[in-house]
């Protein structure tokens, strides 16, 4: 079919061209004709007729040459698709939108798409877009483009803020003295395919200038328990949002100790507790305040946190500030009134707001 079509452009401006030469040969054999004899007015006509239509078919056949070149065969684009360290982009798309033709690289980054005949313009707007990297449009002059076009596609680029923004709330508190914080963050995944933020975790810089480094220890939803983070990794699929709490904590090995001398003594609880109840021993009770307090880093006065993450080998950071009151402290601290109970020393008891004493601070980030 296609070679039929071809035939047809192709005889078309050829069978008028063979009709003017013929009608021009003719007209010029009847002149040589006419000279060896006396011409008669209607000799002489056919003559002067015959040339003017061998030069109209000529002229048509010229034109028909030009129309069907123009606007008769496909026009042929290709190109190649690279990246910012020239490889090339497979499986990229390159489309010049509507009908005009639509392909995809190989692996070397190349394409190739024909543009129907009829639909042919003095501007082509080629858009190419692939996984991982921003589309981009690139104008071409037409309708019959020359050369290569060469497509530099960049992979966006993305700040802390694109993955993750801190609420302006925190709520800082207190294990057995090892500093607990908790920070509510909204979490998004701005690239198209499945990523992990990895290295959750938190560097806190005290008034004095002591940098502390916290570990993540869960993340929950809002009003959810908490879910341990064995791996510091949050899974975000494709334009995936998530707001969660991110729970710091650094239990070291002598709370296991402690903990372990506490259930030693009271294995198992019928009922919850009454904060007034006395449980433990004196010894162990005065143990576990001394310890409290050894492992106690709040202090009055202005904090700076630093939340760390990365996503695919590039580390974010978000500075934060807030600060602490004498107030905060004595509350938190107040907390070892109750450890004769259990409150704040078992790990279903630990924040467990009790009486006046809540171990809990809840403050607001500085601009």
Not at 26 to 32: F, Q
Not at 45 to 72: D, K, Q
Not at 291 to 297: A, D, H, S
Not at 343 to 353: A, I, K, S, T
């Amino acid at each position: 079919m296609k070679d039929l079509e071809i035939a047809t452009h192709i005889t078309t401006p050829m069978a008028l061209a063979a009709l003017a030469l013929c009608l021009m040969l003719g007209t010029g054999l009847l002149k040589v004709v006419a000279k060896a004899k006396r011409p008669n007015a209607a000799l002489k006509l056919i003559i002067r007729w015959g040339f003017i239509v061998a030069l109209v078919f000529g002229v048509l056949a010229n034109i028909s040459y030009l129309v069907i070149a123009s606007f008769g065969r496909e026009v042929r684009l290709a190109g190649t698709v690279r990246d910012e360290a020239e490889k090339p982009i497979p499986f990229a798309i390159a489309d010049l939108g509507g009908k005009k033709g639509r392909a995809i690289t190989d692996d070397y980054g190349e394409f190739e798409l024909n543009i129907p005949g009829d639909r042919t313009t003095s501007e082509y707007h080629l858009t190419v877009s692939a996984e991982g990297f921003a589309s981009t449009n690139v104008p071409i002059k037409g309708p019959h483009p020359k050369g290569q076009v060469e497509v530099r596609l960049h992979r966006p680029v993305f700040v802390a803020n694109d993955y993750a923004k801190i609420n302006p709330t925190l709520v800082v508190r207190h294990y057995l003295g090892n500093p607990q914080i908790v920070l509510t963050v909204d979490f998004a995944n701005p690239l198209a395919h499945k990523i992990a933020l990895e290295n959750i975790a938190l560097i806190l810089t005290s008034p004095s200038g002591t940098t502390i480094s916290v570990a993540l220890e869960g993340t929950a939803f809002a009003g959810g328990s908490l879910m341990p983070a064995i791996l510091p990794a949050l899974p975000l699929e494709k334009s995936q949002n998530w707001t969660l709490g991110c729970s710091f904590c650094n239990p070291d090995q002598g709370i296991t100790v402690e903990l372990a001398k506490a259930q030693a003594e009271v294995p198992l609880f019928k009922k919850m507790p009454e904060p007034g109840e006395h449980l433990y021993s004196d010894g162990l009770v005065n143990e576990l305040r001394d310890f409290m307090k050894t492992r106690m880093i709040w202090k009055a006065g202005e904090w700076s946190g630093r939340f760390t993450w990365s996503v695919e080998g590039k580390n974010f950071n978000e500075i934060f500030r807030f600060s602490l009151l004498n107030d905060d402290i004595t509350r938190m601290t107040a907390i070892s009134k109750y450890y004769a109970a259990g409150y704040g020393v078992l790990p279903d008891l630990r924040f467990y707001p009790v009486a006046d004493a809540n171990p809990t601070t809840v403050t607001t980030l500085q601009q």
